[in-house]
């Protein structure tokens, strides 16, 4: 051993040698394919801040946005039959929810907590796209049913983010059936005057939008989202004409007067804790 190889060589390595740079440092826009910085984007909430694209996000971070200080606690949902009709296709049904357990962190396509938003109290129910699609199954509308049973417990307003691709075609039926269960769960918070409030996400599609996404007190949507419940192409095909541009957006929606408002993400709390406080009846305050 010498200075060569004790001093020289080593040095010479080090400047030679790449240094690791994590692959995940940088996030292209789809919309208009700029590169933005990680830590920008988690800023701005996923929204990109060159052309103003709402990306899609996680039921983990759609919580952390919406309730007070990242607060809010997560309820127990029911457990419901894993494969009910031992489902097979390219493979087997209890394999894709494994696969999605596992790559989404969440026990299905829907996640339900309570907390406050603004002060005031709330039930949120989040869908996850991630999770096979965010097709609702006899969990999803379980989980519905829940929200809306511990909303008129607690005596405040409910709100559900939607995001799905439509029913999950390995339960049936029993997806079918979920439809009418959870329009039935939106009349259990509506009888006793508590709000119901949707927030349409990219994308609400199929029986979800054929169901509860579309029965709230306030419809929101957020900018560019796709709403609808057959695909354009299958709609085109089936009246024989040319849909306009823009058709299943949330902003043709909008003026058309299917949804009562279009709201920012980086808007979309100050805007539910303003709805909440004008429909929520107020406990009037003691005299001093």
Not at 105 to 122: E, L
Not at 148 to 171: C, D, K, N, W, Y
């Amino acid at each position: 051993m010498n200075w060569l190889t004790e001093y020289v060589r080593p040095k010479i390595r080090t400047l030679f040698t790449r240094s690791s740079v994590p692959d995940n440092l940088w996030h292209q826009c789809p919309s208009c394919q700029q590169m933005i910085f990680h830590r920008d984007l988690a800023t701005n909430r996923k929204v990109c801040p060159h052309c103003g694209h709402h990306m899609r996000a996680s039921s983990t971070e759609r919580l952390d946005w919406t309730f007070d200080d990242n607060a809010y606690t997560r309820i127990e949902l029911p457990r419901t039959v894993a494969d009910p009709l031992k489902f097979r296709d390219t493979k087997r049904y209890a394999d894709r929810l494994k696969e999605a357990r596992e790559k989404t962190k969440t026990d299905d396509a829907i996640t339900v907590a309570h907390g406050t938003i603004g002060g005031h109290k709330a039930i949120v129910a989040v869908m996850e796209f991630n999770f096979i699609g965010g097709s609702m199954g006899a969990a999803v509308g379980d989980a519905i049913v829940a929200a809306a049973r511990l909303a008129v417990l607690q005596h405040v307003p409910l709100i559900v983010f939607t995001a799905s691709g439509g029913a999950r075609m390995q339960e049936g039926a029993i997806s079918l059936m979920q439809m009418p269960r959870t329009v039935i769960a939106t009349r259990m918070v509506k009888e006793v005057g508590l709000p119901f409030i949707v927030v349409l996400t990219d994308p609400t599609t199929g029986g979800v939008t054929a169901s509860f996404a579309m029965l709230g007190d306030i419809q929101i949507a957020e900018p560019g989202a796709m709403i609808g419940f057959a695909g354009a192409r299958v709609i085109e095909q089936t009246v024989r004409e040319t849909l306009p541009e823009g058709f299943q957006r949330a902003e043709y929606l909008l003026e058309h007067g299917i949804i009562d408002m279009v709201v920012k993400r980086t808007e979309l709390k100050a805007t539910l804790a303003r709805i909440i406080g004008l429909l929520i009846q107020q406990e009037p305050k003691a005299a001093a």
